[in-house]
C-alpha cells in the first residue's frame, strides 16, 4: 500500500472495517441482529441452544436429524478430559475463574493431536467440542476454585439447563432452564467485538483456534467488554434499594464515571438483545419475590435515558437474571464466555478458511533524529 492510500486513524477503530464476515450482521439503525441470515428474535423465541450453535457454525439451521446427531455429540464432548480437572485443582485459591478458563482451553489444545491442523473440518471438530465442554469448564472450574468437588454433566439435559445442574448439583426449575437458554443464544455470537476481533488477530498468524480462544477470553474479561455484567450486578447491590437509583446514577454521571451495562460501539438506540431478555427479568423477579431489584434497573434505565441518552446494552438484564436464578456474580463473565465460543471458533473457521495476516498500523507521534548518548553521559 503506498503512503497516499493511508486510511486515517480512527480511535477505538470506530467505524472501521476490518473483516468480511457471513456470521452475523448488527444492523443498528434498526435495532436488529442477525445470525446467518435469521432474525435473533425468531431464533430467542423458537430454538434451543444447539440450534443455534449448529447455525451459526455450520451456516444454515439443522432439520430434525442433523440436530439430533449434533446434540448427541455435543453430549459425548461434555466431560473435561482429566489433564483439564488437574490444572484445574493446581491453581490457586481465589484465582480469578476467567484465568481459569484460558488455563483449561490451553490444556485442552495441548492435549488435542490436531490443535496446530486449521483446515476447516479440523476447526469445526474444535469448535464443536470446545462449545460442548466451556459450560463444564464454568461451573466446575468454580466448584473446583470453591474446593469444591465437580459435578459431572447430565446427558439427559439440553446443553444450557445441563450448565446449571453441573454448577448447583441439582436439575434447573422450568423457567431457569428456558432463560439460560435464552442468554446462551444471545451471548452466542456479536460481529468483530474486541473479544472475537481478538480470536481473528490470533488466528492470522496461523496460530491454533486454541490459542485464539485462549486470547478472546482475555479480552472478554475487561469491564468495557464481557465483564460489564458482573461489574452491573454489584452497581444494583450498591444501590440497594429503589429509591437511592436516582441519586446514585446522578452521583456517577456528575462525577463522570461510567455506569456499566449501559451504552455500546455499535447500537446507539438500545440493544434488541436487552430488550428480549428484560421480560424474563420481570418474571424472575416476581417469582423470587424481588421487584425491588427489578425496579432498580427501572430507574437506572430512565435516568440514563434522559440524562445521556443511553440504553442498557444485554449485559444490563443478563446481570439480574443470572442474579435471580442465585448464580454468583464471578461466573457472570465466563457464562458469557461458553456461549461466545461458538462465535468465537465460527469466526475462526472463516479466518483460517481465507487467511490473511493482521497486520495494521500506527501513527508513530514520538520523536525522530535524537543524537545518540553514550551511557556514561546519559542523566
Ligand atoms: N456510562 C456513562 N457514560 C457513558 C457510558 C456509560 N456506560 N457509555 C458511554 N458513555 C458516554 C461517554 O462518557 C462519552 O461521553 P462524552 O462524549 O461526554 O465523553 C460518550 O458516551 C461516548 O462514549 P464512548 O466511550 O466514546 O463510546 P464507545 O463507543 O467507545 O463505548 C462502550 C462503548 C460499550 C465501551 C461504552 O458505552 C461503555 O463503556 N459502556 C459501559 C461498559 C459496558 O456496558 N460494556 C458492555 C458493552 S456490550
Same mark, same amino acid.
Given at each position: 500500500?503506498?503512503?497516499?492510500?493511508?486510511?486515517?486513524?480512527?480511535?477505538?477503530?470506530?467505524?472501521?472495517?476490518?473483516?468480511?464476515?457471513?456470521?452475523?450482521?448488527?444492523?443498528? +439503525?434498526?435495532?436488529?441482529?442477525?445470525?446467518?441470515?435469521? $432474525?435473533?428474535?425468531?431464533?430467542?423465541?423458537?430454538?434451543?441452544?444447539?440450534?443455534?450453535?449448529?447455525?451459526?457454525?455450520?451456516?444454515?439451521?439443522?432439520?430434525?436429524?442433523?440436530?439430533?446427531?449434533?446434540?448427541?455429540?455435543?453430549?459425548?464432548?461434555?466431560?473435561?478430559?482429566?489433564?483439564?480437572?488437574?490444572?484445574?485443582?493446581?491453581?490457586?485459591?481465589?484465582?480469578?475463574?476467567?484465568?481459569?478458563?484460558?488455563?483449561?482451553?490451553?490444556?485442552?489444545?495441548?492435549?488435542?493431536?490436531?490443535?496446530?491442523?486449521?483446515?476447516?473440518?479440523?476447526?469445526?471438530?474444535?469448535? %464443536?467440542?470446545?462449545?460442548?465442554?466451556?459450560?463444564?469448564?464454568? +461451573?466446575?472450574?468454580?466448584?473446583?476454585?470453591?474446593?469444591?468437588?465437580?459435578?459431572?454433566?447430565?446427558?439427559?439435559?439440553?446443553?444450557?439447563?445441563?450448565?446449571?445442574?453441573?454448577?448447583?448439583?441439582?436439575?434447573?426449575?422450568?423457567?431457569?432452564?428456558?432463560?439460560?437458554?435464552?442468554?446462551?443464544?444471545?451471548?452466542?455470537?456479536?460481529?468483530?467485538?474486541?473479544?472475537?476481533?481478538?480470536?481473528?488477530? %490470533?488466528?492470522?498468524?496461523?496460530?491454533?483456534?486454541?490459542?485464539?480462544?485462549?486470547?478472546?477470553?482475555?479480552?472478554?474479561?475487561?469491564?468495557?467488554?464481557?465483564?460489564?455484567?458482573?461489574? +452491573?450486578?454489584?452497581? %444494583?447491590?450498591?444501590?440497594?434499594?429503589?429509591?437511592?437509583?436516582?441519586?446514585?446514577?446522578?452521583?456517577?454521571?456528575?462525577?463522570?464515571?461510567? %455506569?456499566?451495562?449501559?451504552?455500546?460501539?455499535?447500537?446507539?438506540?438500545?440493544?434488541?438483545?436487552?430488550?428480549?431478555?428484560?421480560?424474563?427479568?420481570?418474571?424472575?423477579?416476581?417469582?423470587?419475590?424481588?421487584?425491588?431489584?427489578?425496579?432498580?434497573?427501572?430507574?437506572?434505565?430512565?435516568?440514563?435515558?434522559?440524562?445521556?441518552?443511553?440504553?442498557?446494552?444485554? $449485559?444490563?438484564?443478563?446481570?439480574?437474571?443470572?442474579?435471580?436464578?442465585?448464580?454468583?456474580?464471578?461466573?457472570?463473565?465466563?457464562?458469557?464466555?461458553?456461549?461466545?465460543?461458538?462465535?468465537?471458533?465460527?469466526?475462526?473457521?472463516?479466518?483460517?478458511?481465507?487467511?490473511?495476516?493482521?497486520?495494521?498500523?500506527?501513527?508513530?507521534?514520538?520523536?525522530?533524529?535524537?543524537?545518540?548518548?553514550?551511557?556514561?553521559?546519559?542523566?
Amino acid at each position: 500500500m503506498s503512503d497516499k492510500e493511508i486510511i486515517p486513524y480512527r480511535p477505538g477503530l470506530e467505524g472501521v472495517t476490518a473483516g468480511i464476515s457471513q456470521i452475523s450482521d448488527i444492523i443498528a +439503525a434498526e435495532n436488529r441482529l442477525i445470525y446467518r441470515g435469521y $432474525d435473533i428474535r425468531d431464533l430467542a423465541a423458537n430454538c434451543t441452544f444447539e440450534e443455534v450453535a449448529y447455525l451459526i457454525l455450520q451456516g444454515k439451521l439443522p432439520n430434525r436429524q442433523e440436530l439430533t446427531a449434533f446434540e448427541a455429540q455435543l453430549r459425548s464432548h461434555r466431560e473435561l478430559p482429566a489433564e483439564v480437572y488437574r490444572v484445574l485443582h493446581a491453581m490457586p485459591r481465589g484465582a480469578h475463574l476467567m484465568a481459569a478458563l484460558q488455563v483449561g482451553v490451553a490444556t485442552l489444545g495441548s492435549i488435542d493431536p490436531q490443535a496446530d491442523l486449521n483446515t476447516h473440518e479440523a476447526n469445526l471438530q474444535k469448535a %464443536i467440542r470446545l462449545t460442548a465442554c466451556m459450560p463444564t469448564l464454568v +461451573a466446575n472450574g468454580y466448584r473446583i476454585l470453591q474446593g469444591q468437588e465437580p459435578t459431572p454433566p447430565n446427558p439427559d439435559l439440553p446443553h444450557a439447563a445441563n450448565f446449571l445442574y453441573m454448577l448447583f448439583g441439582r436439575e434447573p426449575e422450568p423457567l431457569h432452564a428456558r432463560v439460560i437458554n435464552l442468554t446462551f443464544i444471545l451471548y452466542a455470537e456479536h460481529g468483530y467485538n474486541a473479544s472475537t476481533f481478538t480470536a481473528h488477530v %490470533i488466528a492470522s498468524t496461523l496460530a491454533d483456534m486454541y490459542s485464539a480462544v485462549v486470547g478472546a477470553i482475555g479480552a472478554l474479561r475487561g469491564p468495557l467488554h464481557g465483564g460489564a455484567n458482573e461489574a +452491573a450486578m454489584e452497581s %444494583i447491590l450498591d444501590i440497594g434499594s429503589p429509591d437511592r437509583a436516582e441519586a446514585w446514577v446522578m452521583e456517577k454521571l456528575a462525577k463522570k464515571e461510567r %455506569i456499566m451495562g449501559f451504552g455500546h460501539r455499535e447500537y446507539k438506540t438500545g440493544d434488541i438483545r436487552a430488550v428480549i431478555l428484560k421480560e424474563y427479568v420481570r418474571q424472575l423477579a416476581e417469582q423470587t419475590g424481588r421487584l425491588d431489584l427489578y425496579q432498580i434497573q427501572e430507574t437506572m434505565e430512565r435516568v440514563m435515558l434522559r440524562e445521556k441518552k443511553l440504553h442498557p446494552n444485554v $449485559d444490563f438484564p443478563a446481570a439480574l437474571v443470572y442474579y435471580l436464578m442465585g448464580i454468583p456474580i464471578p461466573l457472570y463473565t465466563p457464562i458469557f464466555a461458553a456461549a461466545r465460543i461458538v462465535g468465537w471458533t465460527a469466526h475462526v473457521i472463516e479466518q483460517h478458511d481465507d487467511n490473511r495476516l493482521i497486520r495494521p498500523r500506527s501513527d508513530y507521534t514520538g520523536p525522530h533524529d535524537l543524537p545518540f548518548i553514550p551511557i556514561d553521559q546519559r542523566t
